[in-house]
């Protein structure tokens, strides 16, 4: 796909105007096409544009001038990502109602404080306002038969109606919405100011299920979409891996020694080896580092992930940048680590990135091109935003990236701030095994909701005296 064709609504009027003078209809496309209300044939209006934080899409417009029906949706023109996407937001002010949300076909939007969830179906690009308003009006569409047959689910459906209408005309805060796309190919737009615990991006392994929901699964036996030499292939593939991983046991595994195993791709559902190796950081701990490479479809990821049992307690790390030698310290950030660095107003959520060991300023760059990739328009340091952002939005984000650059580049001091549930993160030490003086460390109690996202709430690890697993210190299983 050409994306010279997928141009900014800005940029594309800009363009036409500059040519004719004034605006005209040649960047938008017509085709006509059937109407399913009256079975005639209608106009089907079609533009390629490009919306800032995100990429490309297609809006599409059906009117048909026999009947009068009207339609229209979205639809993502980029490729199903390699991972699905969870964003929330927690709207706290009118300003917030505002923001722009892609939602594609395959996502479910929820509004989480009413336990609300509209389920995947047409593309839609709205603001959460637009969005709340529709789910309301969906709900009142059917009220009045709710009266006569159903009461009491009337009278709670009204009163959702009621505080969807109150929020939507900002009067109910704080709305709290999530988007979950297995596509990978919904947003919520973000923005500069956002503070801890307002807006979290995570991303994960699509299920066999999601992927053959997309169309990506190819299930072990079913030749129908593939010869049978690929089949073999694919089976060959997969022995192999097993063979490579056959007759390991704990004692035989080797620190530095890389080991093949069999997997499933999580971008195509189809056999894959993982490679995996046990690394030992001195002052620390053992790591697994691994890595996953699709010959198929052409997935990669790579991830870090520590070993040993679960610490009673979570841990902070500080440390204080005071020069390039600093950024060349090595860093482990866990998938469960929240990363600040409160000089460049700078919050990278736990789940975000996944586990990555580089060093601080390979961690710093990473961050910097994800976040220059989804808000400029081109990719890399000193693009331009895209010209539908706001101009008070522009500067924000053109500060932010300036401050850090700066931190990259070590040309101010700064504090990187490491919170980690899990005590699986660590920065190198330049005077181990003494203390170092830019360093300092602090064991925390976690949260009753750290407790509950990481599993450990409900974690079983003894047996009582009928030989039940229940949780520590307890003798009952209902405890």
Request: proline content about 5%.
């Amino acid at each position: 796909m050409d994306n010279a064709n997928f141009q900014s609504l800005g940029r594309q009027v800009n363009d036409v105007e500059g040519s004719s003078g004034k605006f005209d209809q040649s960047v938008v496309e017509e085709i006509e096409s059937f109407c399913v209300n009256c079975e005639q044939n209608g106009t089907t209006r079609l533009l390629l544009t490009k919306i800032p934080f995100f990429h490309e899409i297609i809006l599409m417009a059906f009117h048909c001038d026999k009947c009068g029906f009207k339609n229209n949706e979205i639809q993502s023109a980029g490729e199903i990502k390699e991972q699905g996407v969870k964003i929330m937001l927690r709207a706290d002010g009118i300003e917030d109602l505002q923001r722009q949300i892609v939602k594609s076909e395959s996502a479910t939007l929820k509004i989480e404080n009413l336990d609300l969830e509209a389920p995947p179906g047409p593309g839609r690009l709205s603001n959460l306002e637009g969005f709340l308003t529709q789910i309301q009006e969906d709900l009142a569409k059917l009220q009045d038969e709710r009266r006569e047959q159903q009461p009491d689910v009337y009278q709670k459906v009204e009163e959702i109606i009621q505080k969807l209408q109150d929020m939507s005309a900002g009067r109910l805060f704080p709305v709290i919405v999530s988007i979950d796309d297995p596509a990978g190919n919904s947003q919520i737009q973000p923005s500069p100011h956002d503070g801890a615990g307002k807006y979290k991006t995570s991303r994960y392994n699509r299920t066999p299920q999601q992927n053959a929901t997309l169309g990506l699964q190819t299930y072990p036996g079913n030749t129908t979409d593939a010869s049978q030499d690929e089949t073999a292939a694919l089976n060959a593939a997969a022995a192999a891996a097993q063979n490579g991983a056959a007759g390991i046991d704990d004692s035989d595994i080797v620190k530095g020694k890389p080991y093949t195993f069999p997997t499933d791709c999580p971008g195509c559902g189809r056999p894959a080896a993982i490679n995996m190796a046990l690394m030992d950081i001195p002052h620390f701990k053992e790591v697994i580092i691994s890595g996953v490479v699709c010959e198929h479809c052409g997935y990669r990821s790579n991830e870090v992930k520590t070993g040993g049992a679960v610490p009673e307690q979570g841990q902070r790390i500080w440390l204080d940048v005071k020069g390039m030698d600093d950024m060349k310290r090595d860093l482990l950030k866990s998938e469960s680590c929240c990363l600040k660095i409160p000089e460049c107003d700078l919050e990278v959520q736990p789940g975000t990135m996944g586990g990555r060991f580089t060093t601080v300023e390979g961690l710093l760059t990473q961050v910097r091109d994800d976040l220059h990739s989804s808000i400029f328009e081109d990719t890399g340091p000193g693009s331009e935003t895209g010209d539908s952002v706001p101009g008070s939005q522009k500067a924000a984000w053109n500060n932010f990236f300036s401050k850090l650059e700066k931190a990259i580049n070590a040309e101010m001091s700064y504090t990187i701030e490491l919170e980690d549930p899990l005590a699986s993160s660590y920065v190198q030490s330049y005077t181990a095994p003494e203390p170092d003086p830019q360093i300092r460390t602090e064991e925390y109690e976690r949260t009753e909701e750290e407790e509950e996202e990481l599993g450990l709430a409900d974690m079983r690890t003894e047996r009582n005296a009928d030989g039940d697993y229940v949780k520590e210190g307890s003798t009952s299983i209902n405890q």
